[in-house]
């Protein structure tokens, strides 16, 4: 019988393995061994191996993958991409065959065992500990004011980015838990999608000074509430609210805490109400801001009225040290150098408030790129990574740094964990995702995410793709890329764009405006 067609009950009833190289799969377990220990991969990637061994016996077309592993979504052909290289990292680069305009085909020679029956087993087989994955769903709004969407999506946010400190335990980024928002879902199904065993849901009705927050705790392969609790509340006792959730679901969810995770598992964004609230209008305008002056400037009034509330909070000060990085990078309200300034005194104070706060050494890794210090600027990437090991626009970020600093395989590696973080991503990802692969000099996989990042965010990814085109002896198909970029952005100067290059390889960067150049961009 054909892979597409296995119900979920005939995949419990095969109790089949599949043995080839170093690997097993077994799959009424749906686990994978490399050399006999336990590996996990995505459920999304675990899916494509299942139905490329399937039908090794051809090639698997895109669209067939597509279609099988994301059953009436509309889904970028670079999810494929991320997702088999994934595989090929841990089955081994020659397990799959790519078959240039079609698709890809397993190779490896396989052998199947059936299962034979267990007789008198000596005593419990001990089995692997996986460790446990969560999506916070964005909680219901029960209040009759609609503005309380800010004070139900902050609080969820809250929880997300504490949750995300966490090393044992996979915690889903808010972009992609946030697709759901608005929407009646099988959580169930949601937890299919994003990868997670397990699902938060809940609702906030906010009263005057009274507020009355539910949380249900799920787990998603049988839909059963695990935990459920309700708090009623004064509006100052949200952030215990807060504290006393996290508490719960690590403790739900059998998570191992570091000492120094126990200390992070407290809620730190604002120590007053009124802060915090501006501090959520801050976030949701600059969630759903364009990349320009006008785009950010809510945010940056926002985050800088709670910041006279509450000078103390280090979050307020790391995203405003953001804001400030974006201004220097980007040239929206103040000269290079007085941007980068203001940035690194928003950095100093968040640090000295909190040393370990995840977005403050993020936030000062990106400042010290912008001064091209490398080594610097990857230390502190890594600091990140350390204190929030699940923060996934971070692991993002630290990949963007990585690339320019000429770590390319620990970039593509960090991307690959950024998009696992947050399956449903930002476009951004995408021109992280093809720096990592252009400076790893994987160019077919680079030009498929370059393209992608242009047809989610128009105007972008085209330079990159112009110098692709270049490095694989396409010509003719970057003077196209040059001209859809000229038609993007008329003012386009080589000499322009080279200054806001950080890359480490200075003759990499010669090479890369030598290609500009001969595709007829101008200087």
Known sequence: MSLNFLSVVEWRTLGRRYLFGDNEVILDERR??????????????????????????????????????????????????????????????????????????????????????????????????????????????????????????????????????????????????????????????????????HVLEGSVRKGGSQIRITAQLIDASSGAHIWAERYDRTLQDVFTVQDEITLMLATELQVQLTEGEQTRLRYSTAHNFEAWSHWVR?????????????????????W?????????????????????????????????????EQGNVRVARALSLDPQHPDAHMTRSLLLLLQRQH??????????????????????????VFADAGLAEEAVSLMHRAIKLCPIHPPFYLGHLGKAYRQSRRLEEATSAFEAYHRLSPGRGLVDLVILCRQRGQAEEAWRWASVLLASDPKFRIGAWAETQFCSDRAGLDADTAALRAAGLPG
């Open 375 to 400: 080594a610097q600027a990857v230390a502190a990437a890594r600091q990140s990574l350390q204190y929030g090991p699940n923060a996934a626009d971070n692991a993002a970020f630290a990949a963007f």
């Open 304 to 340: 800088q009225l709670a910041d006279t509330l509450d000078p103390r909070s280090a979050s307020l000060n790391a995203m405003l040290g953001l804001l400030h990085y974006l201004d220097a990078r980007f040239g929206f309200w103040s000269s290079k150098e007085a941007a980068i």
């Open 32 to 197: 994978l061994l490399v050399r006999g220990e336990p590996v996990a991969i995505g459920a999304r990637a675990f899916d494509l191996m299942l139905l490329l061994i399937a039908h090794r016996d051809r090639v698997v077309t895109k669209a067939e993958m597509l279609e099988h592993v994301w059953p009436g979504m509309v889904v970028e052909e670079s999810n494929l991409t991320v997702h088999v290289s994934a595989l090929r990292k841990v089955l081994g680069a020659q397990s799959l065959a790519t078959v240039a305009g079609r698709g890809y085909r397993f190779v490896m020679p396989l052998e199947v065992k059936e299962p034979t029956p267990v007789q008198s087993p000596a005593g419990p087989q001990a089995q692997p500990v996986e460790r446990a994955s969560l999506a916070v769903l964005p909680f219901v709004n029960m209040s009759d004011d609609p503005q309380q969407e800010h004070f139900a999506d902050g609080l969820v946010e809250d929880i997300i980015t504490t949750l995300s400190k966490i090393s044992g335990l996979a915690v889903i980024a808010r972009n992609s838990s946030f697709a759901y928002k608005g929407r009646s879902v099988d959580v169930r199904q949601v937890a299919r999608e994003l990868g997670v065993s």
């Open 282 to 302: 801050g976030l949701a305008h600059y969630r759903r801001a364009d990349l320009t002056p006008d785009g950010m400037a809510p945010a940056l009034a926002s």
